[in-house]
């Protein structure tokens, strides 16, 4: 750190982003990315007339997306904040909601805390119950900001959309935030509910079941005061945080949403084939409704498994936290990575036998 820096930033820890190694050409699942790539639509919307307009502003008002979003949601533009992937959006949540503190789970997005640290929030976290569930009844009359990934990651377990009512209900004088970055590969949305609660903030991204990690896009359904909340920080700090080209693709992704969803259904399926794969080769799997697995070996470390992945040419990532430590988070890529993944996995469990 330099002499000059403040006390909250030498203190903080910054989120560590699973790592993009350039050494040589690995099987990526490490990040949750798609393994699928976004929609004919955009990638012939990206073309040379929309690269020549980069010289000019792109819309801060985001309009043509928040209509399209707004359909598609079934709310109006006026619930609807977008901005520079959704880590943008829970930075703005931690820095409006954040006074009277928060609590989230204990193993959970590493980012929350890392928020909350920045913007100076006392945040409690509550521990996953023994089979890595959120234990939904800590969440009920806290009154403080409620952050609650659903799917949780990096377990994959969901929860019922009647546990989430009663958190939202329970908690009428604080926002509660739920993230629902994977909601499409089988969770319930709690969308609909920013109908009838103004306490609840709805995070969706983009970059996980739409395949654009790298456009940066997030976007959050809300009561509109809410909104007005998040669109004043976006005014405050930086109105075009969402460039030309990655509106235009945000918008017509939305117009091509079958795409995405058969997409989720191959996911999941998928999903389901690995699953099944890897207890047959006696790993505990946690049972997820994400694009990804959270998995331990019987007979392997969570690091040595890992490491011996990465030799061979596999990323998944490794969490190093005690009680998360024999696992690993396995992203669901194409049917014949994960065929590749499960191949390299058995081999690895064969040498580590005969070690
Ligand atoms: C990936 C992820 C995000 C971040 O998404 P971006 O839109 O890429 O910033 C947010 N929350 C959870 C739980 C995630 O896994």
Known sequence: MSKYSSEILNSIKAYTPGEQPRDKKYIKL?????PYPPSKGVIEAINKSEIEDLRLYCDPECKRLKELLSDAYNVRPQN??????SDDILNFAFMAYGKDGAVFPDITYGFYSVFAELHNI??????????????TGMYLNRNKLIVIANPNAPTGIDIPLEEIEKI?????????????AYVDFGGESCAELTEKYDNLLCVHTYSKSRSMAGARLGFAIANEEIIKDLEKIKYSTNPYNINRL?????????????????NCKKI????????????????????????????????????DFYLKLKDRGVLVRHFGSERIKDFNRIT?????????????????????RKA
């Open 30 to 34: 490490n990040t949750n990315e798609s």
């Open 80 to 85: 609807i904040f977008v901005s520079n992937g």
């Open 122 to 135: 006392k945040y409690e976290t509550v521990p996953l119950t023994d089979d890595f569930k959120i234990d």
């Open 168 to 180: 939202i209900k329970s908690n009428p004088q604080s926002v509660v935030l739920i993230d629902e």
């Open 246 to 262: 990655t509106q235009i693709a945000g918008a017509v992704a939305i117009t091509e949403d079958d795409y995405y969803k058969e």
């Open 268 to 303: 999941i399926q998928t999903r389901e084939y690995t699953a099944n794969a890897l207890k047959e080769l006696n790993f505990t799997v946690l049972p997820s409704k994400t694009n990804f697995l959270f998995a331990k070996s019987d007979i392997i470390s969570g690091e």
């Open 332 to 352: 669901i890529g194409s049917y014949d990575e994960m065929v590749k993944f499960i191949e390299i996995t058995k081999q690895i469990l064969d040498e580590q």
